[in-house]
């Protein structure tokens, strides 16, 4: 079986990396924070001192930082360790632009996927995330099955495209219930009530993750995902909404919680 380095354990990371490890490959991991990777370790996978070492042999490189930045560090110490025939996969979120520029980086025969993934992390713990996959799979498809369902989104980049639409839809819902919800607190409408005709509308999917437990994605990561988006078009509507998780993660009690704390933060803000 393929070698595969794993760089990235936050929640999400750490629960996709266990997926491969469960399936059998020699999994080698990093993280900037080396005590995240130590459950693994102890499961079997390999800690790596540094992302260079942690590739140096990899057949198979997956990348799930948590920005830009961490990502681009990342890469300037992996780029030019990384052999012929291996394939990078990248599956943070960081919009198409930042793809292109990492694949133009890397040396000849080296294969660059972007591959980001639609789920939060009871879908990362189950297998059963959406992989958005753009770019050439072969000799990857078969491990990335392993965390989810693939789709092949098109070109290179455009797995990262796909991404960013999904998320600021879910994200603009999200907000959009934690307003209505303050209509209906202004209003005197029971909670219960309240959530349950919401829940039975069109926004239903969207009611159901803004009061989501069991789940984490980081009120911060949702304000950098939207704002990827707000510099790619001029959108009104998600500039509003890029300004509710803003005002929410500068708060350092919700800035790391799910967003469901952010729907609160917003609600009680109205």
């Known amino acids: ?21 469960a399936a059998g490959f020699p999994l080698t991991v990093w993280n900037r924070t080396a005590e995240k990777a130590e459950p693994l370790v102890a499961e079997g996978a390999t800690l790596a001192a540094s992302p260079a070492e942690a590739v140096r042999d990899a057949d198979v490189v997956i990348t799930m930082l948590a920005n830009p930045a961490a990502l681009d560090a990342v890469a300037d110490a ?11 996969v990248e599956m943070s979120t960081v919009g ?58 098109g070109p290179l980049g455009s797995g990262a495209a796909l991404k960013l639409v999904v998320n600021t839809a879910l994200l603009g819902g999200v907000a959009l ?19 349950t005709a919401l829940a039975n509308g069109p926004l239903g999917g969207a009611v159901g993750r803004a009061f989501a437990e069991d789940v984490h994605f980081a009120t911060a990561l949702a304000a950098k995902d939207v704002a990827l988006a707000t510099k790619v078009a001029e959108l ?32 009680h803000s109205a």
Request: charged share 25%; proline share 4%; hydrophobic share 50%.
């Open 236 to 267: 009104p509507v998600l500039d509003a909404v890029l300004e509710h998780y803003k005002r929410a993660a500068a708060d350092p009690a919700v800035a790391g919680a799910d967003i469901a704390k952010a729907v609160e933060h917003i609600r």
């Open 1 to 21: 079986m393929e070698k595969i380095a794993f760089l990235g354990l936050g929640h999400m990371g750490a629960a996709m990396a266990r997926r491969l490890l």
């Open 78 to 88: 992996i780029a030019p360790e990384l052999r012929r025939g291996t394939t990078w």
């Open 177 to 195: 219930v934690a307003e209505t919800m303050a209509l209906a607190d202004k209003l005197g409408i029971d909670e219960k009530v309240a959530r």
């Open 96 to 153: 198409p632009d930042v793809v292109k520029e990492l694949a133009g980086r890397l040396g000849e025969g080296v294969t660059f996927v972007d591959a980001p993934v639609a789920g939060s992390t009871d879908k990362a713990a189950a297998g059963q995330l959406g992989i958005l996959a753009g770019g050439e799979l072969t000799g990857v498809g078969h491990v990335l099955v392993h965390m989810g369902t693939v789709t092949r989104t």
